[in-house]
């Protein structure tokens, strides 16, 4: 073993492995016998290619430069959907560029099936179905009606097959009215009847309450007039879909979880989630099979896959080194699909055979970029915040198979807090964690108050809190490793993006906990942020995070950090995408114009062609190494190998 500081270690994981290890698959689903899904491209310019494995086991892409990828709400949902026709797959998927849908049969060339709009954000297109029997693609449409991020609608809708609707809007039909603000796509029933589908309005947000809608479907392939079968303003129905034998299933947090209901009743009442957050249209957390059995994940914090017998409520779970199971369940027959990961294995596509029981990984298979033993272990924690409330988080000590630090030596540690912010910090192998714990750097995940995975009463603590218990949250766990001699106290650090950006800002404007800080596509300014500029989807999530602007302003200015930049000491670097349209630039611009002449040692980095969160290997290397950088020059590292210094102005 070699004695060497913290923070000096030398390590095999550079930032350009960790760039070309970023990101995971996505929307998994069956295409007759055969598995599809979208992957990251981060080397080609960080699109997401649509994935074939056949039945033999082959594996072709969709080639550069398609991107498989949605932007209803800005988060999209999922981009594709596939059948068999005359026994060759026809796909049908958006691509991210033009955010046409366009048909594709392996072996031509994909052809468009939507027009281009000129206004605003045009048209975009999630959740497609093909249905070959009416020659059409179900899906939602979000058809913009003015320049404004407002200015839009969204329906659903059915896309002639035939390629009609190509230049002409007027062929695309719509099946409902604009009654809601949101949808979801259509789960049509068993026997073709049916449609149910879930909607909200502002300024709810999904997880806040939405309702579950169901129409006849008439012979012409139109939707009788819906009527709502559950949920309300203060139940969340993440999910629907119907059984075998007609029944409908859904999740629903009525109970202050969620939990998975059949024709509004109960079929394994646990205080466990059965369901997640609605960031992106078409996640599914179960699935039910032909035999009536259901696929589901659930669990406290982490998700294990089980088979659940919605007679009985028993659950099966999974055996396997998986400890977090994506919402993309798809089945057939007795086959079930989805992506999962665990603390020494990254998302990779697993298959389960429900007769047998037996999982086998179908695609992305993890293989070690590097020894094993510079992973990190993490140690999953409950700390103790004020006021006694529990907060969950995730620590990663450092871990070197051949260094370790001098005796007496504490390690410096950063705090991450995940985006979201109704989101948690998965558990899984992350070779940008590794990047870190290799060097001699501790990290530290926190699902402070707000987060999702223990229940409604846990993620309503941020409700009008935000910037409050976030912050307090994260400050409890980096003090409590400093006091209990895990953490240097001197030598703490925050990082987040998104909504974790905005947790780390307010933390190092209003704490003094921490001697430096990463702040990556932040909100900064919560009054300009709330009136105009940012997306449609999180217009009005402020009303809930912070309360209604028009009752509480001077709450708005005074979260925010922007407002408090003059307290600021602590350097930092800030990362941006030029094309972000949830945090556009202009909330960091506003912030560092207030922060000019405190001389404050920092750095702003932004990228073209970048929007919120970065994609592109380039950009991920160019960050990864900035930010490290940064810790070295605040925390006095001597870092091992040739880093870029990073240039802090004052």
Known sequence: MQILPYGSWPSPVDAALTAAHDGRPEFAGFVGDEVWWTAPRPAEGGRRALVRRAADGGESVLPAPWNVRSRVIEYGGRPWDGALRDGEPLLVFAHFADQRLYAYEPGGEPRPLTPVSPIGGGLRWAEPQVLLERGEVWCVLEEFTGEGASDVRRVLAAVPLDGSAAEDRGAVRELTGERHRFVTGPRLSPDGRQAAWLAWDHPRMPWDGTELLTAEITADGRLGTPRTVAGGSDESIAQVDWAADGSLL???????????????????????????????LGQRWFAPLECGLIAVLHGRGAAALGILDPETGEIADVPGPWTEFEPTLAVRGDRVVTVAAGPHRAHEVVELDTRT??????????????????????LARTFTGPDGREVHAQVYPPRHPECA???????????????????????????????????????????????????????????????????????????????????????????GGSAGGWTTAASLTGTDVYACGTILYPVLDLTGWGSGETHDFESRYLETLVGPIDQVPERYAERSPATHADRLTAPFLLLQGLDDVICPPAQCERFLARLAGRKVPHAYLTFEGEGHGFRRAATLVRALEAELSLYAQVFGLDVAGDLPTLELET
């Not at 939990?259 to 394994?268: A, E, K």
């Not at 029981?357 to 993490?378: E, K, L, N, Q, S």
């Open 250 to 280: 859904y999740a629903s947090d009525r109970s202050g979880w969620w939990n998975l209901y059949r024709d509004g009743r109960p079929l394994c009442p646990r205080e466990e989630e059965f369901a997640g957050p609605l960031w992106k």
């Open 405 to 495: 630090a001098p005796e007496g030596e504490l390690p410096p540690y950063v705090v991450w807090a995940h985006g979201g912010p109704t989101s948690r910090s998965p558990l899984v192998l992350d070779l940008e964690i590794a990047y870190f714990t290799s060097r001699g750097i501790g990290v530290a995940k926190v699902d402070y108050g707000g987060s999702t995975g223990y229940g409604r009463a846990y993620r309503s603590r941020l409700r009008e809190q935000w910037g409050v218990v976030d912050v307090e949250d994260c400050a409890a766990v980096a003090l409590a490793l400093a006091e209990e001699g895990s953490a240097d106290r001197a030598r703490l650090a925050i990082r």
């Open 357 to 378: 029981g037996h999982t086998r990984v179908i695609g992305a298979a993890h293989r070690d970029a590097v020894d094993p033993a510079y992973h990190p272990r993490p």
